[in-house]
């Protein structure tokens, strides 16, 4: 995704806020997972089960902000293909907040920003790899987020590369959205952009959901693996079972 030339560069005291809790919010993501990483490889701690749920959770929420920016971009392109690319307010203020780790660069702000999109959503992917690790045999949540996992990956890696080659003095950004640099800036590179990262992150949207929802079939084996049970339904009474205690009709001596 491209920035919008001319955009306001003075970043106040919210669009700075905003940037360190979007960084706190990656950090602590990774930081579940690295619990949960070394979590499964020790004796059984149910606790665990929720830093798992909690973590697929937020990075779902992440992942629906961050996808919804690349809609908002895609629709605004469709009647207006000729204009700069338009990011929406709240993704100016953070690319604001982040450009100022060089002021010098532009776009430098934009591509940090979803570089660190990326990976809290990645971070999601892989929690459901984590959560499911305990279960015996073939789970399709497991499948569906190993698959997400190996494709956010790889587009994680590009914004790695489009965000290093911006940072280390490009004049423009380097990769596979941008044709390696080959296509001029204008409305070609603009076009191709958006709809290059919309793409990708719409098959991994979908790719999320469909683990999501496996996983949620799937539950009673994953909570199992964590110790914990469905509740056991109430233990039959007598008066259940046994035909002697059912209730007479009223008025029967």
Same mark, same amino acid.
Not at 2 to 27: H, K, N, Q, R, Y
Not at 68 to 84: F, L, T
Not at 143 to 164: D, N, P, S, Y
């Given at each position: 995704?491209?920035?919008?030339?001319?955009?306001?560069?003075?970043?106040?005291?919210?669009?700075?806020?905003?940037?360190?809790?979007?960084?706190?919010?990656?950090?602590?993501?990774?930081?579940?997972?690295?619990?949960?990483?070394?979590?499964?490889?020790?004796?059984?701690?149910?606790?665990?089960?929720?830093?798992?749920?909690?973590?697929?959770?937020? =990075? /779902?929420?992440? @992942?629906?902000? !961050?996808?919804? #920016? +690349? *809609?908002?971009?895609?629709?605004?392109?469709?009647?207006?293909?000729?204009?700069?690319?338009?990011?929406?307010?709240?993704?100016?203020?953070?690319?604001?907040?982040?450009?100022?780790?060089?002021?010098?660069?532009?776009?430098?702000?934009?591509?940090?920003?979803?570089?660190?999109?990326?990976?809290?959503?990645?971070?999601?992917?892989?929690?459901?790899?984590?959560?499911?690790?305990?279960?015996?045999?073939?789970?399709?949540?497991?499948?569906?987020?190993?698959? =997400? /996992?190996?494709? @956010?990956?790889? !587009?994680?890696? #590009? +914004? *790695?590369?489009?965000?290093?080659?911006?940072?280390?003095?490009?004049?423009?950004?380097?990769?596979?959205?941008?044709?390696?640099?080959?296509?001029?800036?204008?409305?070609?590179?603009?076009?191709?952009?958006?709809?290059?990262?919309?793409?990708?992150?719409?098959?991994?949207?979908?790719?999320?959901?469909?683990?999501?929802?496996?996983?949620?079939?799937?539950?009673?084996?994953?909570?199992?693996?964590?110790?914990?049970?469905?509740?056991?339904?109430?233990?039959?009474?007598?008066?259940?079972?046994?035909?002697?205690?059912?209730?007479?009709?009223?008025?029967?001596?």
């Amino acid at each position: 995704m491209t920035g919008m030339p001319g955009m306001e560069s003075t970043a106040s005291t919210v669009d700075t806020l905003g940037a360190v809790l979007f960084i706190g919010w990656a950090v602590a993501m990774w930081g579940a997972v690295a619990v949960l990483a070394v979590g499964n490889r020790r004796p059984l701690r149910p606790g665990l089960y929720k830093v798992a749920v909690a973590l697929i959770g937020i =990075g /779902v929420i992440g @992942q629906i902000g !961050h996808f919804q #920016e +690349h *809609v908002a971009q895609a629709a605004y392109w469709i009647g207006h293909p000729y204009d700069p690319a338009w990011m929406t307010p709240w993704g100016n203020s953070f690319s604001r907040g982040f450009g100022q780790v060089d002021a010098s660069k532009p776009s430098l702000g934009m591509e940090i920003l979803h570089l660190i999109g990326n990976f809290i959503f990645l971070a999601g992917l892989v929690g459901i790899v984590q959560i499911t690790h305990r279960v015996a045999g073939q789970l399709k949540s497991r499948k569906w987020a190993r698959m =997400g /996992v190996w494709m @956010q990956g790889i !587009h994680g890696l #590009e +914004h *790695v590369v489009l965000t290093l080659s911006v940072a280390l003095g490009a004049s423009r950004a380097i990769g596979l959205s941008t044709w390696f640099g080959a296509i001029e800036p204008g409305p070609a590179l603009a076009t191709y952009r958006i709809w290059w990262h919309f793409v990708a992150n719409a098959v991994g949207t979908t790719i999320l959901g469909i683990a999501v929802y496996h996983l949620w079939k799937e539950k009673r084996a994953v909570r199992a693996s964590f110790g914990l049970t469905e509740d056991a339904p109430a233990a039959a009474t007598p008066a259940d079972d046994d035909p002697a205690h059912t209730l007479e009709p009223a008025g029967r001596p």
